[in-house]
């Protein structure tokens, strides 16, 4: 079963649409309290724990700014 | 920036021009998930009108020639013309493609030149602040309709169907998968290809049109009024809901454009050839 | 002497032959009398050296057909009459913008609107120059002959690789359409010019950064320098710029043609060189002037026709040292004066009226009658 490392959102070009939010189907995301670089208020993926690993943040985003690193094999439960 | 976007974005043209959660930006990321399928990115040429979407291929790493409102077709045509193995591909928008330069549509879906013409229509002139679109919805209010839009939508796959394109689809920012195949198949495809993709404006159709102007919103919008329907004899009764048919409509050959210059070009030079009549 | 061959033919096919032998391999184009004899023509011979003529659906759709040829690396041309010229304004504005060299040519006919298709005229003159929107230069030639067409198209097409613009060739229904003999040379008697490759590699390109020249290095599409090229006023990066960067970019591209018309401008003088009353003619009028001139002579007047074969960027040296020594001044043209303001702006002698020779109405102004005139 697939496992996120990191959820890496570049804050120099996010914009804060957070329609990470909305199409993660297992509820990562909520708003955030920190303001990108151009100035929007930025998600924040507070249950990585749930995430896995699917790829639509990913995909999904508009700035394309949003990576999912995924744990590597046989760490996931890490 | 994610894996994608760094091996095939423009970065020092970044942040995209686009507003928060407009699906131009996805329309991007889709684009380059194709080409890295497909691995065209060095082949690809493009061309665009003004608009919003217009700046979609600007951000990317390819050859772009960016003009006039409407005349991206014509420019595409120039440049197929004079390679035939690029693969030219146009971002337009319902305004730039089925107002101003429908006419170019026409000739071009006519020809069945080996171009990829991708519609992202947002149903409304969106760079200009919000006025109304042949794509945008009967009784809407928008900047130059506030009484109420009472012009009918025109849809520019019929029209594009109509006029002998060889390959139309419509897909949305909502469906992202099939679009994404759509790219492929539209690239590779040997003929005219139309793209059609529903796309959300946040800030003009959100506001103005549909009654918020948060990006969930309005994509959730496109999720729940688009609807997979591939046989054309249905399209009125969805359109009768208020909902938008989505598939990939038309798969077709014929004779290409570029194939039959070549052809008659080598004809005509052997019959001079051989003495014939200029 | 050259080597060549003499064929007697229509000024546009004059034309359609000089594009053939410069290099041309895609016309874009669309019906207009008086100029559909270059499509035809065009359409006849680009097949047989693997060329591509497409008659487009409109003349929009024809000069940005020719653009995107141009960008895709092929010399490329169109031909309209004052209607299709009209149309493409925007787009000439946007081949200045994009730096795209490009041959247009507008064979003038009576105006304004559908005006007289089949008759000539030279309502033209400014839109030529002035037709599109914003701050821009480029350069248009004036045929007078059926070598001229010729001999002006193979200028057409160097100038514009040279100086990476659309050049203009304002012709006129006479000359279009008339038959006389037109000295063909050789191809191998040539001189050609061609855009300057990019002599970096990609990473260290700038696309819009000129040469020492003032034009930038030209790659064309798909030959590994992924040139963002947008009609947007922009920043050396090709990137939309700011209002330093803008205004710097347009002085450019009207400085890098109108710093070097020592390369391009012409005015010849026919006639007496040193005689008091002076004619100044472009186009097809030339010819009349010529024949009055001969027509004077022959009646012991003294006169010269200043003709002006490069009407822009206007060359004020030239026709101010062509004129020089003139007591008397008269544009000869057919139009109601636009020439004639620009010999009023060059010739800044109070003494001197500018007076004008006006025939409109789709006539043609006859020898005697500039005599006439003269003595009015």
């Not at chain 2, 595409?76 to 107002?99: E, Q």
């Not at chain 3, 030639?141 to 059926?146: D, K, V």
């Not at chain 3, 002037?289 to 003709?307: I, Y």
Request: glycine share 8%.
């Amino acid at each position: 079963m697939k496992a996120a490392e990191k959820i890496e959102i570049d804050r120099r070009y996010c914009k804060g649409c957070m329609l990470c939010r909305y199409i993660c189907p297992f509820d990562v995301f909520e708003p955030g309290e920190q303001r990108s670089d151009l100035d929007y208020l930025m998600p924040r993926p507070a249950r990585i724990d749930n995430c896995k690993v699917c790829g639509l943040c990913e995909s999904n985003c508009p700035d394309m700014v949003l990576t999912v690193v995924a744990k590597e094999k046989g760490k996931e439960k890490e | 920036m994610n894996p994608l976007a760094e091996k095939y974005l423009r970065k020092e043209f970044l942040p995209f021009l686009f507003c928060p959660g407009c699906g131009d930006g996805m329309i991007v990321q889709a684009f380059l998930k194709a080409v890295d399928d497909l691995g065209c990115i060095d082949d690809l040429a493009m061309t665009a009108g003004i608009g919003c979407s217009a700046w979609i291929g600007v951000y990317m790493n390819v050859d772009i020639l960016k003009i006039l409102h409407g005349r991206a077709i014509p420019a595409a045509i120039g440049l197929k013309a004079t390679r035939p193995s690029r693969k030219v591909v146009t971002f337009t928008g319902d305004g730039d493609c089925l107002a101003i330069g429908g006419n170019h549509l026409l000739h071009a879906a006519r020809r069945n030149i080996d171009i990829t013409v991708v519609m992202v229509n947002n149903q409304i002139y969106a760079m200009t602040g919000g006025q109304v679109a042949p794509s945008t919805m009967l009784g809407s209010k928008t900047q130059t309709t506030p009484y109420g839009n009472i012009e009918k939508q025109l849809d520019g796959c019929r029209v594009a169907i109509a006029a002998g394109a060889t390959m139309v689809s419509r897909w949305s920012t909502a469906h992202l998968k099939p679009l994404i195949k759509a790219f492929k198949t539209a690239i590779n495809h040997k003929g005219f290809s139309y793209l059609e993709i529903i796309s959300q404006c946040p800030v003009q159709t959100g506001r103005y049109l549909l009654g918020s102007g948060s990006p969930e919103f309005n994509l959730q919008w496109i999720k729940e009024h688009c609807v997979k329907e591939e046989d054309p004899s249905q399209w009125e009764e969805i359109e009768a809901q208020g909902k938008i048919p989505v598939g990939d409509f038309l798969r077709t050959e014929r004779p290409e454009f570029m194939e039959e210059v070549q052809r008659m070009n080598r004809r005509v030079k052997e019959e001079q050839a051989r003495g014939g009549d200029r | 002497m050259k080597k060549g061959r003499i064929k007697v033919m229509m000024g546009n096919e004059a034309c359609g032959e000089a594009a053939l032998l410069a290099g041309c391999r895609f016309y874009g184009g669309y019906p207009i009398t008086p100029a559909t004899e270059i499509l035809e023509f065009m359409s006849r011979r680009l097949p047989l050296v693997d060329g591509l003529c497409l008659q487009m659906e409109d003349e929009i759709a024809a000069l940005v057909a020719v653009v995107g040829a141009s960008w895709g690396g092929t010399k490329a041309m169109t031909a309209t009459s004052g209607p299709g010229f009209c149309l493409m304004q925007e787009a000439i504005g946007m081949a200045v913008a994009v730096e795209a060299p490009c041959v247009i040519i507008n064979v003038m006919r009576g105006g304004p609107a559908s005006g007289q298709s089949t008759s000539t005229a030279q309502g033209d003159f400014y839109q030529a120059r002035y037709g599109s929107n914003g701050d821009y230069s480029l350069i248009v030639l004036c045929p007078s002959t059926a070598q001229e067409m010729f001999d002006h198209t193979i200028k057409a097409f160097n100038l514009s690789e040279r100086f990476r613009i659309p050049v203009i060739i304002l012709s006129d229904e006479v000359v279009g359409h008339i038959r006389e003999k037109v000295f063909l040379p050789d191809a191998d008697q040539l001189t050609l010019v061609e855009r300057k490759a990019p002599t970096v590699p990609r990473e260290e390109f700038i696309p819009f950064q000129p040469d020492t020249d003032g034009v930038p290095f030209m790659p064309a599409f798909n030959t590994g320098y992924k040139c963002p090229v947008i009609s947007q006023a922009k920043s050396q990066s090709g990137n939309r710029g700011n209002a330093r960067e803008a205004a710097e970019n347009i002085r450019r591209i009207v400085s890098k043609i109108e710093d070097h018309m020592d390369e391009f401008a012409e005015v010849q003088v026919y006639g007496d060189e040193k005689a008091e009353t002076a004619f100044v003619t472009f186009g097809s009028v030339c010819r009349a002037a010529r024949s009055a001139v001969d027509m004077g002579r022959e009646n012991g007047l003294a006169l010269r026709s200043v003709e002006v074969k490069t009407v822009w960027p206007f060359p004020d040296d030239l026709v101010r040292r062509a004129l020089a020594g003139a007591g008397r001044v008269v544009v000869a043209e057919m139009n109601l004066g636009m020439m004639q303001r620009e010999i009023e702006r060059v010739v800044r002698r109070p003494e001197i009226r500018i007076e004008l020779f006006s025939k409109i109405g789709g006539l043609y102004p006859q020898p005697q009658e500039f005599l006439r005139f003269l003595e009015e």
